[in-house]
């Protein structure tokens, strides 16, 4: 059922960012992507987020997006359990996917602010956000604003948060904080919780953050370890043996992480991703993204086997 | 999403093993890496299939990169 605005701390905790599978023509593998979504459910997670981050978002169309959730919806995932991404350049493609979705059963929207040729000052969007608001006109539906990170430049400022947060109560329920910076976020913790969900998504944090909530891009390959650390369990190994150091579910985040490197991160978890399902064509990422290098790949193949994602991860 | 009826690919013991959800309810958490969960029967061996035939076809690779070459 959906949480009301004003208690967003009760938000379900893990939300995969759940990556996206292509075909070799590089349209949405739904048949693919409907599997991984029901493998992930068959682990113990029940929140999805698509086509948010790690879900390439920003590369496909809406009706690439409502083809995907109806496939996902008619494959028994319920409506209720996903948040769609939303990250449009005009407006009234936003409010036309929000409203289509939304006709499907959807509630939960990670909006991006738009991209634009010139830096938007916060006037600006305010506006955007205030007249996306009104223009989707529906209810009961939730808005969580998806902030990229300092280097996009794309923030939106903290004063018109408030001020989205004043107007519109009842849709404003959180904040995605894509920023790796744990200050970034718990700043806005500060400022925000617990009327809005603050919920960051830089897994390496979150022991030090304590969120209620993330949305995790490595749950797709690792989210019995993501919960663990949500609900501050110490250990995830089952067996223990004498002189062998028992491993923490973040020290599993940081081997991952470590495994990732430099390279690419969707790229590279699609990579991990295929390894795991014996799939090749999960490698596979829509352009403009970057593929794995040739010569990044072999490495990447062995870090992963390095790895070693165990049973209950 | 109710997976009392479903079926599972799992590897255990270096094996691939297409298990129902019964069965996999009685195997110890970390003894077996879950793969995919199907909701039919056939769906999933169709999967062990496909998974064994990899196995084949990179075993009869790495055999023959060993294989010393014929004079």
Same mark, same amino acid.
């Given at each position: 059922m959906l949480q009301p605005?004003?208690?967003?701390?009760?938000?379900?905790?893990?939300? $995969?960012? $759940? *990556?996206?599978p292509l075909k070799s023509d590089f349209? +949405?593998? +739904?048949?693919?992507? #409907? =599997?991984? $979504?029901?493998?992930?459910? =068959?682990?113990? +997670?029940?929140?999805?987020? /698509?086509?948010?981050?790690?879900?390439?978002?920003? #590369?496909?169309?809406?009706?690439?997006?409502l083809d995907a959730l109806a496939h996902l919806t008619g494959s028994g995932i319920p409506a209720q359990d *996903?948040?769609?991404? $939303?990250?449009?350049?005009?407006m009234t493609d936003a409010v036309q996917l929000i409203q289509?979705?939304?006709k499907s059963g959807v509630q939960r929207f990670m909006v991006a602010p738009p991209l634009h040729y010139q830096p938007i000052g916060q006037g600006a969007m305010l506006d955007f956000f205030r007249q996306l608001i009104r223009q989707v006109n529906l209810s009961p539906w939730q808005l969580y604003l998806h902030q990229l990170g300092g280097a996009s430049r794309l923030d939106v400022a903290e004063a018109t948060i408030s001020e989205l947060r004043r107007e519109f109560p009842s849709v404003l329920a959180g904040i995605v904080d894509q920023d790796i910076h744990p200050s970034h976020t718990l700043d806005l913790m500060r400022s925000f919780t617990p009327?809005? =969900? +603050? /919920?960051p998504t830089h897994e390496a944090n979150l022991v030090v953050l304590k969120p209620t909530a993330t949305l995790s891009a490595l749950a797709n390959l690792i989210p019995i370890v993501i919960q663990h650390i949500l609900s501050h369990d110490t250990a995830v190994q089952t067996t223990v043996m004498s002189g062998m150091k028992v491993r923490k579910p973040d020290d599993r985040v940081t081997e991952l992480m470590t495994a990732i490197g430099d390279q690419?991160? /969707?790229?590279?978890?699609?990579?991990? *991703? %295929?390894v795991h399902y014996h799939q090749t064509e999960w490698e596979l990422v829509r352009p403009p993204l970057m593929r794995v %290098?040739?010569?990044?790949?072999?490495?990447?193949?062995? =870090?992963?086997?390095?790895?070693?994602l165990l049973a209950n991860e | 999403m109710d997976f009392q009826n479903t079926w599972y690919v799992i590897e255990r013991h270096n094996r691939y093993e297409a298990v129902s959800h019964e069965v996999l309810c009685t195997f110890e958490a970390d003894t077996y890496v879950m793969l995919q969960n199907f909701e039919t029967h056939h769906e999933a061996l169709v999967e062990l299939r496909r998974l064994i035939r990899i196995e084949i076809e990179e075993t009869q690779q790495k055999l023959m990169s060993n294989t010393p070459p014929k004079f």
């Open positions: 605005a004003a208690h967003p701390e009760r938000l379900p905790s893990v939300w $995969v960012d $759940v *990556l996206t349209n +949405v593998d +739904v048949t693919r992507l #409907c =599997a991984h $979504v029901r493998n992930l459910s =068959a682990k113990g +997670v029940q929140r999805f987020a /698509i086509f948010g981050y790690a879900g390439e978002g920003a #590369c496909f169309s809406n009706a690439e997006k *996903l948040m769609l991404g $939303v990250s449009s350049t005009t289509s979705a939304h009327q809005l =969900a +603050v /919920i690419p991160m /969707i790229a590279t978890l699609k990579l991990f *991703l %295929s %290098s040739s010569t990044a790949h072999e490495p990447l193949l062995k =870090a992963f086997k390095n790895f070693n | -």
